[in-house]
């Protein structure tokens, strides 16, 4: 198969994957979704049809569908794409819209607050990876393992954080069920 073929094969399993992501958002997972934002729509669509496009890269990879070269230059793309989109896009669009909700914020203020604080946010987000010794002298700062890297470290810590807490409170909010009362008089 040549390049186009490939391009144009995956091309099309994205937009497939890109309009059941948003039937599957219309329809169900915001059914009763008040506030009917397009772009949230759109940017979930988006991230939907990218990770999917990923596993059928795998499953491509595994079967030996695609040319080889082809594979790799859609896997680095898709992985760029996700990549932006964790890292830039949607905590920009989360941090417009929770700025844009305060009410004692100017709309004219609203742009820059939200690039100031998008900035904050890389700044962290980029310390945040440096106890860790996942910097390569031979990848550049901005390279795919940078990026996947730091998104793993703070996925493991937020999934252990929440899992722990779970283990702690469901316990806790549970246990009047399996108290009993042992003063009840024998009859």
């Known amino acids: 198969m040549t390049f186009l073929e490939d391009t144009l094969i995956v091309l099309i399993s994205q937009a497939i994957f890109f309009i059941g992501g948003w ?3 219309v329809k169900q997972l915001f059914r009763d ?42 896997w680095n793309l898709g992985l760029y794409s996700l990549l932006f989109m964790v890292i830039a896009l949607i905590p920009f669009y989360i941090a417009y819209f929770c700025i844009s909700n305060i009410q004692f914020v100017s709309r004219s203020y609203v742009r820059p607050l939200t690039v100031l604080v998008c900035l904050v946010y890389l700044y962290f987000f980029w310390k945040i990876g440096d106890p860790f010794p996942i910097l390569s002298p031979k990848q550049g700062i901005f390279s795919i393992e940078q990026g996947v890297s730091r998104i793993g470290v703070i996925g493991v810590t937020v999934m252990a954080l929440l899992s722990g807490f779970g283990a702690v409170n469901y316990p806790y909010t549970s246990m009047a069920i399996f108290i009993r009362s042992f003063c009840k008089p024998w009859i």
């Open 23 to 25: 039937i599957f958002f």
């Open 33 to 74: 979704y008040e506030v009917h934002h397009t772009l949230v729509q759109l940017i979930f669509s988006v991230t939907f049809a990218l990770s999917c496009t990923m596993f059928e890269l795998i499953i491509f990879e595994i079967i030996g569908y695609l040319d080889s070269s082809s594979r790799y230059f859609h």
